[in-house]
C-alpha cells in the first residue's frame, strides 16, 4: 500500500503567520496606493497582477480545471473582492483604526458561520479568544478621537467584516477538497475581473502611470496579494477556518510594527496591551487546539486497545 505523506499541523499556521506579516505591510501599500489611484483601479490592477505571476508559475494547473474547481473559484472569489471592495471603499471614510477594528469582527463571525453553514460545533476557546482578539483590537486601533458611531464609513466596516469572515470560510471548506492551486489563480482572476468591471463602470482611468503609484502596487501585487494568498489558501488545509482568522487577524500588529520602522510613528500604551492580546488570543487557540488533539489521540488509541 502506498504511504501519504502527512504534512505537520504547523506548516499551515507558519504559512498564515507569514501571510499576516505581508498583509501588515499591504497596510502602508494600500496607503500610499489611494493617494495616486482610485479604489476599484488598485484593486483590479493588484490582483491582475497577482493573476498573471499565478498563470504563468503554475500554467499547466489550468488545463486540469474541472467544473466543481470554476464554482468553488467563483464563490471565493467574490467574497474576496466584496472584502477589498468594503475595505478599500471604508477607508475613504474612516480612519485606519477603525476601519481595522471593524473588519475584525470577522474573528468572531468565522465560528458561527462555519456552525451554520456545515453545522460544526462552535468550540468555547475558540470564542474566548475571538472576543480576546477583538478586545486587542480595540486597544490597539480605537482612540478617544475615534469613538464608534454608525455611519457610511462603518456599514461598509461591517460588511466588510461579514465578506472576509465568508471568504476565509469557503476556503476553509473549499481548501481541503480541490486543488489548492487551481483555487488560488481562480479567485484572483475573479477579483481581478470584478475590479475592472466595476472600475470601468464607477472610476475614470488614471491619466498617467508614476512611481509613486507603480511601486505600492507592485507590492500589493506580488507580496499582498500573489504570496499571501497562495499561502493562505494552502495553510487553510491544514488547520481549522477559526483559528485562520485568529492568525490572520495578527496583520494589525505587523501593521503597526511596520508603520513604526518604516514611518516612523509613535508607539503608546494602547498598541502595546493590543498587540499583547491579539497574540496571546492566537497563543491560546493554538494551546487549546494542540491539548484538544492530543487528547481526542489519547481517547482513539485507548478505544482501539480495547481499554474504554
Same mark, same amino acid.
Given at each position: 500500500m502506498k504511504k501519504i505523506k502527512q504534512r505537520p499541523a504547523w506548516l499551515g499556521d507558519l504559512l498564515l503567520v507569514i501571510t499576516a506579516v505581508v498583509w501588515g505591510g499591504g497596510f502602508i501599500g494600500v496607503q500610499k496606493s489611494l493617494e495616486t489611484i482610485t479604489p476599484f483601479y488598485m484593486i483590479s490592477f493588484r490582483f491582475a497582477i497577482a493573476s498573471m505571476m499565478l498563470i504563468i508559475v503554475f500554467w499547466k494547473k489550468l488545463i486540469k480545471i474541472k467544473r466543481d474547481d470554476l464554482i468553488a473559484g467563483l464563490i471565493v472569489g467574490i467574497f474576496l473582492f466584496l472584502g477589498f471592495t468594503f475595505q478599500t471603499i471604508g477607508a475613504l471614510y474612516l480612519n485606519v483604526g #477603525?476601519?481595522?477594528?471593524?473588519?475584525?469582527?470577522?474573528?468572531?463571525?468565522?465560528?458561527?458561520?462555519?456552525?451554520?453553514?456545515?453545522?460544526?460545533?462552535?468550540?468555547?476557546?475558540?470564542?474566548?479568544?475571538?472576543?480576546?482578539?477583538?478586545?486587542?483590537?480595540?486597544?490597539?486601533?480605537?482612540? #478617544?478621537?475615534?469613538?464608534?458611531?454608525?455611519?457610511?464609513?462603518?456599514?461598509?466596516?461591517?460588511?466588510?467584516?461579514?465578506?472576509?469572515?465568508?471568504?476565509?470560510?469557503?476556503?476553509?471548506?473549499?481548501?481541503?477538497?480541490?486543488?489548492?492551486?487551481?483555487?488560488?489563480?481562480?479567485?484572483?482572476?475573479?477579483?481581478?475581473?470584478?475590479?475592472?468591471?466595476?472600475?470601468?463602470?464607477?472610476? #475614470?482611468?488614471?491619466?498617467?502611470?508614476?512611481?509613486?503609484?507603480?511601486?505600492?502596487?507592485?507590492?500589493?501585487?506580488?507580496?499582498?496579494?500573489?504570496?499571501?494568498?497562495?499561502?493562505?489558501?494552502?495553510?487553510? #488545509?491544514?488547520?481549522?477556518?477559526?483559528?485562520?482568522?485568529?492568525?490572520?487577524?495578527?496583520?494589525?500588529v505587523f501593521?503597526?510594527?511596520?508603520?513604526?520602522?518604516?514611518?516612523?510613528?509613535?508607539?503608546?500604551?494602547?498598541?502595546?496591551?493590543g498587540a499583547s492580546l491579539i497574540f496571546g488570543s492566537v497563543i491560546l487557540s493554538e494551546y487549546m487546539h494542540i491539548r484538544r488533539t492530543e487528547k481526542n489521540k489519547i481517547i482513539t488509541c485507548k478505544i482501539l486497545d480495547g481499554q474504554i
Open positions: #477603525k476601519l481595522a477594528f471593524l473588519t475584525a469582527l470577522n474573528v468572531i463571525m468565522v465560528p458561527f458561520l462555519v456552525f451554520v453553514i456545515y453545522k460544526k460545533q462552535i468550540k468555547s476557546y475558540h470564542l474566548i479568544a475571538s472576543l480576546i482578539a477583538i478586545i486587542g483590537f480595540g486597544f490597539l486601533n480605537l482612540t #478617544k478621537d475615534t469613538g464608534l458611531s454608525l455611519g457610511i464609513g462603518e456599514i461598509l466596516g461591517i460588511m466588510c467584516a461579514v465578506a472576509f469572515a465568508a471568504h476565509i470560510t469557503a476556503l476553509g471548506h473549499y481548501s481541503k477538497k480541490d486543488d489548492l492551486i487551481i483555487l488560488a489563480i481562480l479567485q484572483m482572476i475573479v477579483c481581478c475581473i470584478l475590479g475592472f468591471i466595476c472600475a470601468f463602470i464607477f472610476e #475614470k482611468p488614471p491619466t498617467r502611470i508614476t512611481v509613486e503609484m507603480t511601486i505600492p502596487i507592485i507590492y500589493l501585487g506580488v507580496f499582498s496579494t500573489f504570496v499571501a494568498f497562495l499561502f493562505q489558501t494552502i495553510g487553510q #488545509k491544514y488547520t481549522s477556518s477559526s483559528r485562520a482568522a485568529l492568525i490572520l487577524c495578527t496583520e494589525s501593521g503597526i510594527i511596520f508603520s513604526v520602522v518604516l514611518l516612523k510613528e509613535i508607539v503608546t500604551p494602547n498598541t502595546i496591551v
